[in-house]
T-cell receptor, first 115, second 114 residues
Framework: GAVVSQHPSWVICKSGTSVKIECRSLDFQATTMFWYRQFPKQSLMLMATSNEGSKATYEQGVEKDKFLINHASLTLSTLTVTSAHPEDSSFYIC???????????FGPGTRLTVL | RKEVEQDPGPFNVPEGATVAFNCTYSNSASQSFFWYRQDCRKEPKLLMSVYSSGNEDGRFTAQLNRASQYISLLIRDSKLSDSATYLCVVVVGQLTGGGNKLTFGTGTQLKVEL
């Protein structure tokens, strides 16, 4: 089946630094990619939706200047957490839909810990 | 009211038991429904889609009741490997409809024991 990869799988950083997470669709073209965040014992919450070549659409309450999303190609989207703080520590998961749009594939997630 | 609600559990059941989870959704315009499975510290993985007529995949049976706006998942002859969190997922409209997005419930934790 389709595969979505994320890198890095986990990262620990100091407060105030920026962290970039990459999401790649390995064997299909992802016209739409989604970024989710999941806090412990909570559900996945959609942060933003991005379509290749256009600006991301952010969910209510998600700061677009803090969570920068770039979807420059049909196989790559990046999420940059700028000036990360301990409250940004979470499990970040990307997801991608192919051209057919009938299935959504999830990456393995990135666990971010901000000290 | 949450868009998608589930009993968080945990449901502790012995191996071989039958267990059922329910999920309710609030938006009557929802048209696509799924059950996902999420193991600890892993990404969610699609278990099965849910159709109005009900559908079965091996030991798993999913049902949709549109009138009451609830979805169920039945697991028969549960295995130790079934231990996971089961996420109910709803889409307003069809998944193929452009920017339609998945809305996740908080999940129901299942623990299958010897």
């Amino acid at each position: 089946g389709a595969v979505v990869s994320q890198h890095p799988s986990w990262v620990i950083c100091k407060s105030g630094t920026s962290v970039k997470i990459e999401c790649r669709s390995l064997d299909f073209q992802a016209t739409t990619m989604f970024w989710y965040r999941q806090f412990p014992k909570q559900s996945l919450m959609l942060m933003a939706t991005s379509n290749e070549g256009s600006k991301a659409t952010y969910e209510q309450g998600v700061e677009k200047d803090k969570f920068l999303i770039n979807h420059a190609s049909l196989t790559l989207s990046t999420l940059t957490v700028t000036s990360a703080h301990p409250e940004d520590s979470s499990f970040y998961i990307c997801s991608a839909r192919g051209i057919a749009k009938d299935t959504q594939y999830f990456g393995p997630g990135t666990r971010l810990t901000v000290l | 009211r949450k868009e998608v609600e589930q009993d968080p559990g945990p449901f502790n059941v012995p191996e071989g038991a039958t267990v059922a989870f329910n999920c309710t959704y609030s938006n009557s315009a929802s048209q696509s429904f799924f059950w996902y499975r999420q193991d600890c510290r892993k990404e969610p993985k699609l278990l099965m889609s849910v159709y109005s007529s009900g559908n079965e995949d091996g030991r798993f049976t999913a049902q949709l009741n549109r009138a009451s706006q609830y979805i169920s998942l039945l697991i028969r002859d549960s295995k130790l490997s079934d231990s996971a969190t089961y996420l109910c997922v709803v889409v307003v409209g069809q998944l193929t409809g452009g920017g339609n997005k998945l809305t996740f419930g908080t999940g129901t934790q299942l623990k299958v024991e010897l």
